[in-house]
């Protein structure tokens, strides 16, 4: 037997571990199944070449498992997938365009250092704390200053609209 084979008895039952995770996996994240069975099997074989072999292989490995469905729903939870977050995609919407051009005026009446808060805070994710102590501000002061900034912004964008605010 191999040494990266280490805690199975056979091959077979590597394949019957293997099995296993995969239907863990396809139940609980689909299109990841294969990678985070992959996974699971790469920390198994680290812990046995540290602390030797489990007493039951399956259960372990499943218990590893439970563990990586775990961070991966935390880290899914933490960065969304790339087409939820990409706020340019353009709209099919009739309205999204009249939308997106008030918006942009409305941008365009502050002032050039409130525009470059306002997008190195929500695009460059840069920190209250980084940027408020940049401006000579707290952490607190600098998101009062960023709340008021997109209350003004409402108020544009409801005066742009005719709308009374």
């Known amino acids: 037997m191999t040494e990266s084979m280490a805690p199975f008895e056979s091959n077979e039952h590597y394949l019957r571990v293997r099995r296993?995770?995969?239907m863990f996996f396809s139940r609980r994240v689909p299109p990841l199944a294969e990678e985070l069975a992959d996974e699971v099997m790469v920390?198994?074989?680290?812990?046995?070449?540290?602390?030797?072999?489990?007493?039951?292989?399956?259960?372990f490995a499943l218990g590893i498992a439970r563990?990586?469905?775990r961070e991966d729903r935390r880290e899914s939870a933490r960065?969304?997938?790339?087409?939820?977050?990409?706020?340019?995609?353009?709209?099919?919407?009739?309205?999204?365009?009249?939308n997106?051009?008030?918006?942009?005026?409305?941008?365009?009446r502050l002032e050039p250092a409130e525009r470059e808060?306002?997008?190195?805070?929500?695009?460059?994710?840069e920190t209250a704390a980084t940027l408020g102590k940049q401006l000579g501000l707290t952490d607190a002061g600098f998101r009062t200053?960023?709340?008021?900034?997109?209350?003004?912004?409402?108020?544009?964008?409801?005066?742009?609209?005719g709308e009374s605010g």
Do not use: Q, W
């Open 117 to 125: 808060a306002l997008e190195r805070y929500y695009t460059d994710g």
């Open 43 to 59: 920390r198994l074989v680290a812990y046995t070449k540290k602390h030797g072999p489990p007493e039951d292989v399956d259960k």
């Open 145 to 161: 200053y960023i709340f008021r900034m997109r209350r003004r912004l409402l108020r544009y964008i409801a005066e742009a609209k």
């Open 79 to 98: 960065f969304p997938p790339a087409e939820l977050t990409d706020i340019c995609r353009p709209t099919p919407s009739p309205g999204a365009d009249l």
């Open 100 to 108: 997106r051009m008030i918006s942009s005026i409305a941008v365009k």
């Open 67 to 69: 563990n990586v469905c």
């Open 20 to 22: 296993k995770l995969r």
